[in-house]
């Protein structure tokens, strides 16, 4: 059986199950509660059909791991669907929710502020651009993003890009679906994740902003790719750079998988990643897409910081 938190989505993991993880699985010790009287145990999925939350919409979740063509199937909610419907327990709060971030907890750390266009920094109320973009224009023509990058957005993305919290996914991605919702930015066209390069994701086993990526397009309709920008070389954090090396680190860190040009031509593209921090990594990748001829780069990322 896939573990809870691979489903969610209807494009499968880039990589399978995290091994680390289903190892770790075996330690877990269940403590039941029946007083050593015997309860026929009775299979989940049976159980699930009964409380109405039948998982067969999901089943094909986690098939066909090399498939990554156009989102298909029923579109489901990006907070996991029908699985949204169990309670779980808040990753900030410790409170019982619907998802991983609780509705109040929402309400409390996800206010919406006025964020620049371009890049989506937090400009005041009624201004549209912030002055980097008005003096020098980043590739990309709009910029989303969902929350400001501060408690507890960081402490969650933390542990869902270097910990292998995926159960975190749907909340994230919902927050971008929100965000979305009250924005004005054009419906996504094709959905494309910051790729990692090809060592990075066997070591970290998933790209997280594919995670993401493959949760919000079934929700838009939308298909979405994470084989058609590739990225062919690792650079160095961006943070730990001053920013006049942070262009040059990410140049040529991205390309386009040469067999398949012709399908960017004309498209408008949305790019996801988790944070945005410089802005270097999305507008290298948006030049390097608009290169190649797609018509229009937008970014969406969950989180951004308060300065470049
Ligand atoms: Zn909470
Ligand atoms: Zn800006």
Known sequence: MQPRRLLGGTEPAQRGVDSDTVEAARNLRIEVGHGGQYIEPVPFNRLLDRLGLSTR????????????????????????????????ICAVCH???????????????AIA??????????????????????????????????????????????????????????????????????????????????????????????????????????ELRCPADARLLLRVRDTPHQIALPPDRR????????????????????????????VMTTGATLAEASRVLLQAGAASVQVWVVARTAAR
């Open 57 to 88: 919409a999901a089943s094909g979740a986690a098939s066909g791991a090399n498939d990554n063509a156009a989102a298909r199937g029923t579109p489901r909610n990006a907070s996991g669907g029908s699985w949204s419907r169990l309670p779980s």
């Open 247 to 274: 262009n040059a680190n990410v140049r040529g860190a991205f390309a386009i998988e040469p067999l398949r040009l012709a399908e960017l031509h004309g498209r408008d593209v949305t790019l996801i990643d988790d």
């Open 95 to 109: 409170g019982w929710g619907a998802t991983r971030v609780c509705d109040e907890c929402v309400a409390r750390f």
């Open 113 to 218: 502020v006025p964020r620049c266009e371009r890049c989506a920094i937090q400009v005041p109320p009624g201004v549209r651009h912030c002055g980097a973009c008005l003096t020098d224009p980043p590739p990309h023509a709009r910029a989303l993003a969902a929350v400001g990058y501060g408690y507890p957005w960081n402490e969650l993305i933390g542990h869902f890009k270097f910990h292998a919290a995926l159960d975190l996914a749907p909340a994230l991605a919902h927050r971008l679906l929100e965000a979305h919702r009250l924005g004005d930015l054009p419906a996504p066209a094709l959905i494309l994740p910051i790729p990692l390069s090809a060592a990075r994701l066997r070591e970290r086993g998933y790209n997280q902003s594919w995670e993401l990526a493959r949760r919000i397009a079934p």
